[in-house]
Each structure stands twice: as C-alpha cells, then as structure tokens.
C-alpha cells in the first residue's frame, strides 16, 4: 500500500507564499497521476492540480496561473508551490493518487492525512 505524507501547510497573509510537499513510500512516477485536493470548511472536496505520468499538468481554474507542480529526481516527492494566495484557497490540502473513473472524472485513490493552509489577514 503506497503511504502519502502531506506537509508544507501554515497561515500566510493574502498574497503570501507556501509550498506543499507529498512524500510518497515509493516511486510515484508509475501512477496515472499524482496531485492535490482541498476541501474548504462546508464545501465539497475539490481536484486542485496533478501531475500525470506522461509529465502533463493540470490545474483548476481557480490556481492556474498562481500554482505550480512539480516532482523531485527521485520521484517520491512531491511540490505544490502556492504564490498570490487568497483568502478563498483556505482549506485542507489532501496529496492523493489520481486516477480516472468510467465517467472520465478523476478521483483520489490513495490520501495523504491533509495540511492545513490558512490565509488571513
């Protein structure tokens, strides 16, 4: 069983910095996809940006432009770096395995425990 370790979490002020990892127990590079998703206080938990097994990205249309994915050369590890946060990123970010179901949507198999990310002024 592939065992996830979230970390990184922390309260940034609005448009403050943050960098999640995702220590995984083996090699990731072999899975559909590796990623993050957060879950906001009374909302539902939402796919946030992966990265997939052929090196392509995905990001919600809430943190593109602002996110960025990337994977250490030993492929256990890895980054969620978080710029220009906003009040409204605020949630539970959950490192997962991303795989695709019959429907064509994507879903968490394997979760990290989640970090928290506060942004507050």
């Known amino acids: 069983q592939l065992q996830l370790v979230d970390s990184g979490g922390g309260t940034v002020q609005p448009g403050g910095s943050l960098r999640l990892s995702c220590t995984a127990s083996?090699?990731?590079?072999?899975?559909?996809?590796v990623g993050w998703f957060r879950q906001a206080p009374g909302k539902e938990r939402e796919g946030v940006s992966w990265l997939a097994s052929d090196e392509s990205t995905y990001y919600s249309e809430a943190v593109k432009g602002r996110f960025g994915i990337s994977r250490d050369t030993s492929k256990t590890t890895l980054y969620l770096q978080m710029n220009n946060l906003k009040p409204e990123d605020t949630a539970v970010y959950y490192c997962?395995?991303?795989?695709?179901?019959?429907?064509?949507?994507?879903?968490?198999?394997?979760w990290g425990q989640g970090t928290q990310v506060t942004v507050s002024s």
């Open positions: 083996r090699s990731i590079e072999k899975y559909p996809a």
């Open positions: 997962a395995t991303v795989f695709v179901g019959l429907d064509g949507s994507p879903y968490g198999r394997d």
